[in-house]
């Protein structure tokens, strides 16, 4: 089964999501390396700005990660895999069977395995140079 309305892309929500977590990343990143940058200055305590600098980077950095994973869960969840469900129909005959090839009663063509189908409960070969279209039936042998 095909749905019409297929999604494609990104959603508002996760759209929300890059926007907010990578503008926090980028501000906890930028203040982060301003601190790194200010850790030589003349006259400050460099080991504080240092450490407050390093710690906004992973801040930033785990804002980065948490994004991402945010983004590809919502993403995953609204875009799921198609599966691929396979039925597979074994039909009991009641009586002996013996094999024949089909052939088509218009062309006289030989009808292969690949022209049968089931559709409905009914086995239905068809003609693949005629187009003709025929209904197997079992017929009981009393």
């Known amino acids: ?6 999604k494609k892309g990104l959603g508002c ?5 890059l926007f907010l977590g990578g503008f926090f990343s980028l501000s906890f990143l930028f203040f982060g390396v301003l601190f790194i940058w ?3 200055a003349p006259g400050v305590d460099s080991g504080a700005r240092l450490s407050t600098g390093i710690i906004l980077i ?6 980065i990660a948490i994004t991402i994973g945010i983004t590809v869960f919502i993403y995953r969840r609204l875009h799921p895999k198609e599966q691929k ?18 052939k088509c009663q218009k062309c006289g063509a030989h009808i292969d395995k690949n022209s049968i189908t089931l559709k409905e409960g ?4 068809s ?6 279209v025929y209904e197997i039936e079992e017929a009981p042998k009393w």
């Open 122 to 125: 009914a086995i239905i070969a």
């Open 13 to 17: 929500i996760q759209l929300a999501i």
């Open 1 to 6: 089964m095909t749905n019409n309305k297929e």
């Open 38 to 40: 200010s850790a030589g």
């Open 127 to 132: 003609c693949q140079y005629c187009g003709s």
């Open 85 to 102: 469900i396979e039925i597979t129909q074994k039909i009991d005959l009641s009586g002996d069977v013996k094999m024949e090839t089909l």
């Open 58 to 63: 992973v801040i930033g950095l785990v804002f």
